[in-house]
């Protein structure tokens, strides 16, 4: 992490526009809180990325609040939606400076941009569809782009992709298990069962009809849960019998369910969900 850290800040020197690739469903805790610091003089752009994935009233109310920092764009990487707008936004950034250019007879000055965001919040999928080539490898998982290369997105534009980087310290348990939910922490260093367990108390707040639709769980299905001394221990048991999470015995496999549960939050089955609220 420190040595891609000092690797930006001896790169952003050469940098005319910052791209920071947001995660839409949790814009704070996507966030790494030094790259404000590393970037605080350049001209910036913001991306709420996956936005197909989280809810879209709370999306508008987060482009909102970051667009009197920045411009914000909202994007998905995998449909392409608002990929468009983003070089778009590049030249509107730039038109000052590339007429300051022409001026001293510097026609065709490439615009140099750096996209910085955390492992896993699509990277990769974003440079392949602003370049409209398959320039790098994509992977739902974290830690795929490994080293920082240079993708020409348009004639005059030029893109630095970096690795993500997160940062040393969480500010707060809410903060790390927003990004274990959305699979930024690798699942192979994670207790599954308790991150899907505080998913699935979280979505029963302020999403329980998403899981009650999914799972085809009735409303006396539920209240059954209820009863119990751990509700949502109890619903994940469920969901495991309604899914055949099921071993030897006729007991349920904590761990088989715990990964339905993550992976149609994280691949949108469950609808579109926002954790954080402006």
């Known amino acids: 992490m420190q040595k891609t850290k000092r690797q930006i800040a001896e790169d952003i020197k050469v940098i005319d526009v910052v791209i ?35 809810d879209e009233a709370i999306t508008k109310k987060w482009q909102e609040k970051l667009s009197k920092e920045a411009p914000c764009l909202l994007t998905d990487s995998n449909s392409g939606k608002g990929i468009d707008k983003v070089s778009k936004k590049i030249d509107e950034l730039m038109k000052e400076e590339k007429e300051r250019q022409m001026a001293r007879g510097r026609i065709n000055k490439t615009i140099r941009v750096m996209i910085l965001g955390i492992p896993n919040v699509g990277k990769s999928s974003f440079i392949n569809r602003i370049s409209k080539k398959k320039s790098l490898e994509v992977a739902n998982r974290p830690g795929v782009t490994r080293q920082k290369q240079w993708i020409r997105i348009r004639n005059n534009q030029e893109l630095l992709d970096t690795p993500g980087v997160l940062w040393p310290k969480f500010e707060s348990e809410e903060v790390s298990l927003n990004l274990a939910f959305t699979g930024t922490i690798k699942d192979d ?66 761990e088989k369910v715990s990964r339905i549960i993550l992976e149609d939050f994280r691949s949108g089955k469950l609808g579109r969900i926002s954790l954080e609220k402006p």
Do not use: F
Request: charge should be positive; proline fraction near 3%; aromatic fraction near 4%.
């Open 189 to 254: 260093i994670l207790q599954l069962t308790e991150i899907a367990y505080e998913l699935l108390k979280r979505l029963m707040v302020g999403y329980s009809k998403n899981i009650l639709d999914r799972y085809k769980i009735s409303e006396t299905e539920l209240e059954e849960t209820k009863s119990s001394s751990n509700p949502i221990y109890e619903l994940m048991q469920l969901i495991a019998r309604k899914r055949g999470a099921i071993v030897s015995g006729g007991r349920t496999d904590d």
């Open 20 to 54: 920071e690739l947001l995660d839409s469903r949790i814009p704070l805790s996507s966030r790494n809180p030094d790259i404000g610091e590393i970037t605080k003089n350049k001209k910036k752009i913001i991306l709420l990325n996956k936005a197909d994935l989280a």
